[in-house]
């Protein structure tokens, strides 16, 4: 039995992890955090509403097994550079932070393809920065999954990306680990790195998310 801590569980993949965590007897409490109470009631979930801004947020809490980040928004969303960096960079670190101070063993978090603390790209360059940042953290276990553009019901429109969808979909079978990545192929593979975390920093490209323990 243990104890999960999930944040960003409003989101596409989080919203879906939730709800695999708590089918999953393995885990006997999920502690969520978000910036809002979610419409989620179970008898081993407990809702943490924060803004990943006051660490002693995390202090009080039972502490984690393993802790698992779905944090992050986009530019546009977010409405400025620094605006998404303090959710994709620094609402990660402090969370990770907050759960290796509780004990946690293994920190699993989503990254994005492409992430490279040398882009170019600002998105990809801060992704980078936080896969960095978050390695240094000093788990015994830490996974950085990098998936390509997420197929999955969103519930909100974004134009472009629907279409960018329908196009990988159509090309799936020679776009190689660029192809859309089923958010359920994400959730998987994270819920088996947790339960049988290898030691050290590991970084997971789409085309080796299986869900199966690495060998």
């Not at 509780?102 to 992430?115: D, E, M, P, T």
Request: hydrophobic share 40%; proline share 5%; glycine share 10%.
């Amino acid at each position: 039995m243990a104890t999960a801590w999930l944040a960003g569980g409003s989101g596409l993949v989080g919203g879906a992890l939730l709800r695999r965590l708590l089918q999953d007897d393995y885990f006997d409490k999920v502690i969520s955090f978000g910036r809002r109470v979610l419409a989620v009631q179970d008898p081993k979930l407990v809702q943490v509403k924060t803004d990943f801004a006051s660490p002693s947020v995390f202090d009080a809490l039972a502490a984690p097994s393993v802790a698992f980040s779905c944090l992050g928004t986009t530019i546009k969303k977010a409405g400025a550079r620094e605006a998404f960096r303090k959710v994709d960079h620094d609402a990660v670190l402090a969370f990770a932070q907050g759960a290796k101070r509780k004990g946690a063993r293994a920190f699993i978090h989503v990254s994005s393809l492409g992430a490279d603390i040398k882009s170019g790209t600002f998105y990809s360059a801060v992704k980078g920065e936080t896969e960095r940042d978050v390695g240094r953290v000093s788990f015994p276990s830490v996974y950085a999954l990098r998936p390509s553009i997420l197929d999955g019901d969103r519930g909100e429109s974004r134009p472009g990306e629907y279409v960018g969808l329908l196009v990988g979909r159509v090309l799936a079978p020679v776009l190689g680990k660029y192809r859309p990545t089923a958010v359920g192929t994400v959730v998987e593979t994270m819920i088996a790195r947790a339960k049988a975390p290898a030691p050290g920093v590991h970084v997971i490209e789409p085309d080796k998310m299986t869900g199966q323990k690495e060998s």
